[in-house]
């Protein structure tokens, strides 16, 4: 079948479905993730983090405060941190090593930094300091919408970056957002094919929404179903790679936009511990929801799955 074609068969989160279970199993990981600073260096045209955005407060948790949070996280039963952040280089290599050691002591959690670009020496420290996962999404796969979209960032550099983080020992996230402006099927196609040749450990794909205080303000958000069926295809062409139910497919559906993303090839979830006082100025994107963990565990149950009580590793088998 045409690759293009396959993505509007009839049965196909059905089929996405039947390889989750086969490779995944019924088990559904949490990743509990705290968003420690909305500062960017960036300009990215979507994301309402970009540093010409002077329309939200900026903010940034303390190195203790973020180590005390993940402390309390892990308390709760969930194995993996994510940190995640704008591009901040407040926050140095010693002082994020300081950080991701402590956590890494005190809880023996599984680490994920989320924190963007950063000279390549960083991400070996970051490595030796105790940090396992490393999330950087492609975001497109197209060079030149690329280019458009990220002022004066480069798709090349980017893979560079996973090609690296691969080579260090990270396990590897990327991922794509669905429905940017002058994204075409072909676009998305290989979006997913990009994810398999990567074979990453994870991917988040999650459909673009526009924010009020972006360049993108006026732009379409991106179709419900057409995120749900790359999400499906990528479940299907990466066999057993950790795909989370995102954020995203929440503030198009809140009600099902996560359930159906478990029925349809996803098998992670990450409930969203940002301070509330926090929470509201983290706005990549317009009515951002910040999925607690009892409602991550309700939509677990309701798709009628368990929850994962290990640290949820990379199912691939490295050399
Ligand atoms: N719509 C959808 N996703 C977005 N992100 C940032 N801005 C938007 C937006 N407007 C996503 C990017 C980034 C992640 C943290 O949030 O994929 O990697």
Sequence with gaps: MEKETFIFDRNLFQKADQVRKRFCKDEVHLRGIIEFSNHCCRNCLYCGLRRDNKNITRYRMEPGEIAGLAVKIVAKGV??????????????????????????????????????????????????????????????????????????????????????????????????IVGLPNQGIKDLVRDVLFLKELDVDMAGIGPFIPQKDTPLAAQPPGDLDLTLRILAMARILTKNAHLPATTALASLDRKNGQLRALRSGANVIMPDFTPVGYRKDYRIYDNKIGLSLRKAKEIISKAKRTISRGRGDSLKKRP
């Design 79 to 176: 194995n993996t941190i994510v940190l995640q952040s704008g591009d901040d280089f407040y926050y140095t290599q010693k002082s994020l090593g300081r950080i991701i050691g402590e956590i890494k002591q005190r809880t023996g959690a599984a680490i994920t930094l989320s924190i963007g670009e950063r000279p390549l020496d960083d991400y070996r420290a970051f490595r030796d300091s105790g940090a396992d996962r490393y999330l950087l999404k492609h975001e497109t796969s197209n060079p030149a919408l690329y280019r458009i979209l990220h002022p004066g960032q480069a798709l090349k550099q980017r893979l560079k970056i996973l090609e690296y983080l691969k080579k260090i020992g990270f396990q590897i996230g990327s991922g794509n």
